[in-house]
């Protein structure tokens, strides 16, 4: 029997496309990656410098740098191109220049008879999946954002932090737009499998009041690595990779990513960052949390800025 080679192909080879790719590559996920870009020879460079790390890599991987065509044989379609956040520029400032080179994208990968799973990083994320979605024609479940798993993730080690416990047993999530309007979930955060709460109640240096801070910097922190160093690229790699895993080992996993909703928590037609169960065949499923009061209140209002968005998009 003929196995099946796993083929990612990424589109952007600027500092998230290329993150995404080694890290993609040290943890030996694939048998082949693609690179595309419009600048030809900065494709063509990085598949030759990480083709060059090849003998320590944990498998073997192809990589090399391709054209449209050959997202046709992809299982996976990791969109990262477009233009960066620029200091003091919101997401949502970029939303109608990267609408428009996502149109020619996604129509340039559906000609190769791309039948795959999109994955969209670019921002806004939210937005940008949506067009994906609806310029793609593919099923709701195949089309992927990164939504907020980096917030959740960044949330996730900073709380880790705060309590001196490792991250990967804080469960706690941001949900909502990949933006200004994301909320953290705090009535259903947990340390380990105790309530966040419990545990704030038995230690008494922690408090509403540092999460609240927490929070706070977690939300700013693109801002915060913007004016810092220009970008930022290495989690959100990483947060691709998980999120290709889960896809690729149908793994079943529960990750906070940008989905459609179809009526869960009261919304439709909109692309938004909520916990999902992920396998092989994309979003298996949206969770829909026992938000509280406040939660759901903000997590609307986040909903509607998005949808306001999306019209102004159409
Ligand atoms: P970058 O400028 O380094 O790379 C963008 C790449 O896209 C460039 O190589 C450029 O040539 C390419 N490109 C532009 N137009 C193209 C087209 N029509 N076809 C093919 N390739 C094209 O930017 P970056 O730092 O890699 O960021 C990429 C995107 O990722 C930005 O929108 C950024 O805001 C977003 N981002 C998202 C998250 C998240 O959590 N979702 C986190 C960080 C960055």
Redesign the pocket.
Known sequence: MKEHINRVAV???????CSYAYSLINQGVVEELVL????EA?AEGEAMDLNHGMPFAPSPIKVWSGSYEDCGAADVVVI??????KPGET?LD?VAK?TK?FK??VSSVMKSEFNGIFLV???P?DILTYVTYKESGLPKERVIG?GTL?DSARLRFAIGQYLNVDTRNIHAAIIGE?GDTELPVWSCSSVGIEPLQTVLEKNKNVNKECLDDIFVKVRDA?YHIIERKG???YG?GMSLVRITKAILNNENSILTVSSYLNDEYGHRDVYVGVPCIINRSGIREVIELQLDEKEKEKFDHSVNVLKDIIKSVQ
């Not at 589109?11 to 496309?17: C, L, Q, Y």
């Not at 595309?36 to 600048?39: F, R």
């Open positions: 589109i952007g080879t600027g500092a998230v496309g595309i870009d419009v600048n900065k990262t191109a477009g233009l960066p956040q997401r970029l990267n080179i020619q994208i990083a670019t921002n994320v990164s980096l990949h693109a970008a930022t690229y959100i």
